[in-house]
């Protein structure tokens, strides 16, 4: 079993910056994909950017290409993703999540995932 706990979400500016993290227990293989989604009200859940643990293979959405960096912490166990030149369409709920790789064998937006965490809200005003 794997706990995803999530923080670093808030109320910032468009241009403004924020960093969440992603703190990982219970049993992360290093063959596991841990990634970054986000889902807005009245929208579906999107891949905002991914990983392989122990890798470094990163994926990202075409909409924060540029502006994101995801990135681990192996020795903390802890996921982080830094986004910056926040607009207001990056308000949502951004979700942890920790699963395997998809049919190509990646861990790329589609991955399969099994654990996700509670969620840290991001709100983006202009």
């Known amino acids: 079993q794997v706990q995803l706990v999530e923080s670093g979400g808030g109320s910032v500016q468009a241009g403004g910056s924020l960093r969440l993290s992603c703190a990982a227990s219970?049993?992360?293989?290093?063959?596991?994909?841990m990634g970054w989604f986000r889902q807005a009200p009245g929208k579906e859940r999107e891949g905002v950017a991914t990983l392989r643990m122990r890798s470094t293979n990163t994926y990202y959405a075409d909409s924060v290409k540029g502006r994101a960096t995801i990135s681990q912490d192996k020795a903390k166990n802890t996921l982080y993703l830094q986004m910056n030149s926040l607009k207001p369409e990056d308000t949502a709920m951004y979700y942890c999540?920790?699963?395997?790789?998809?049919?190509?064998?990646?861990?790329?937006?589609?991955?399969?995932?099994?654990?996700w965490g509670q969620g840290t809200q991001v709100t983006v005003s202009s």
């Open positions: 999540a920790a699963g395997v790789v998809n049919r190509a064998y990646r861990c790329s937006l589609d991955f399969e995932s099994r654990y």
């Open positions: 219970g049993y992360t293989s290093s063959s596991y994909c």
